[in-house]
C-alpha cells in the first residue's frame, strides 16, 4: 500500500472522528448550557412546541433540550413517536397524521370513513399515553360553500365525537389562515369555526386556536379569544410576518395576548410553531417560551 496514501486516510479518518467528537461536545455543552440556566417558569401556562419547526434536531436531542427550558410536551407527532417521548416524561399535547392532511379533510363525505377509521384506531392509543388532544382539519373549500361545508363536517365529527368522549380525548379543528399561508382552507375565520363546534355539541371537540393565522385572518384576537374561550381547546403562537420569532422582531403583543389566554381559565396547552430564523434554534425557543410565560 502507498505509505502517502494511507497517511493520508488515516488522517482524513482522524480529522473526520475530531470533527464528530467536537460537534457532540458542542451539541453537549450547548444542552449543559441550557440546563444550568433552566428558566423558573410561573405555571400557569403549560407549554408544548411542534417539532415540524426544527426538522434538523433529532427527537432524542430535541427532548433533551425541551426538558432543560420547561416544556411539557412535544407535539404534531403521530403515536410511533410516543416511547421517545416517554423517555423524557414529555407529553404530546397535539397528536397529527390525519388522513388528507389540510387539504383534504372533513368537509368532503367521500373522506370520512378514512377519517373516522384513523381516529377508531389512534384515539385509543393516544389515551393510553395520556395525550389530551387530536388535530384534524376542515380541507379545502374547492367551490363549496362555507354552510356546506359545516353540514359536511358535522356529519363527519359526529361519527368521531363518540370515540372521542369514550376515550377523554378532545378533537381540536386547527384554524388557519387562507389569505397567505394555505390558500382556499376552510376553517380560516373563529366564527365559522365556532358554528362548527356549535353544531357538533361535544364536549370533546373544538378548535385549534393559532394566533399566527389568525392575526393575518381576523386580527382583533384578545376580545376574541376572551368571547371563544369555551370553543378553544389548544393554542399555537408564530410571529407575523413571516412566522419567525415571537419577539419584538414582529407585530403581535404576545404577553397581552397570552393574559388575554389566562384571564379565561384555559388550563390546556400552548404551543410554539414559530420557524426560527437565527442560527440558535433552541435558544429562539427558549425566548419564545419566556415571552409566553406571563
Known sequence: MNQNISRRSALGRITRGAAAI???AGLSDRL???????PQLKGRINHSVCKWC??????????????????????????????????YDLN????????????????????????????????????????PNIIC????????????????????????????EKHKVTVCMELLNSKR?????????????????????SERFKLLYDIFHMQ????????????????????????????????????INYPAVMKAVIDTGFKGFVAQEFVPKRPDAIASLKQGVQICDV
Not at 369555551?230 to 407585530?251: A, C, F, K, L, N
Open 216 to 251: 393575518i385572518m381576523e386580527g382583533d384576537m384578545c376580545d376574541t379569544i376572551r368571547e371563544n374561550h369555551q370553543y378553544i381547546g389548544h393554542y399555537h403562537t408564530g410571529g407575523v410576518p413571516g412566522r419567525g420569532e415571537i419577539d419584538d422582531s414582529q407585530e
Open 92 to 131: 404530546c399535547a397535539m397528536v397529527s397524521g390525519v388522513p388528507g392532511g389540510i387539504t383534504s379533510g372533513l368537509n368532503r363525505l367521500e373522506n370520512h370513513d378514512k377519517i373516522v377509521k384513523f381516529f377508531e384506531d389512534t384515539v385509543p392509543v393516544v389515551a393510553e399515553f395520556g395525550a
Open 22 to 24: 467536537a460537534a457532540a
Open 181 to 201: 399561508t394555505h390558500k382556499d382552507y376552510m376553517c380560516d375565520h373563529t366564527a365559522w369555526g365556532v358554528a362548527l363546534v356549535k353544531r357538533v355539541a
Open 32 to 38: 449543559r448550557a441550557a440546563d444550568d440556566s433552566a
Open 137 to 164: 382539519f376542515s380541507g379545502n373549500r374547492a367551490g363549496m360553500d362555507d354552510e356546506k361545508g359545516i353540514e359536511n363536517c358535522a356529519i363527519g365529527l359526529k361519527r368521531i365525537a363518540p370515540i372521542a
Open 54 to 87: 426544527y426538522d434538523k434536531i433529532p427527537l432524542d436531542e430535541f427532548c433533551h433540550a425541551g426538558r432543560t427550558i420547561g416544556l411539557q410536551s412535544i407535539e404534531l407527532l403521530e403515536t410511533k413517536e410516543f416511547p421517545t417521548l416517554k423517555k
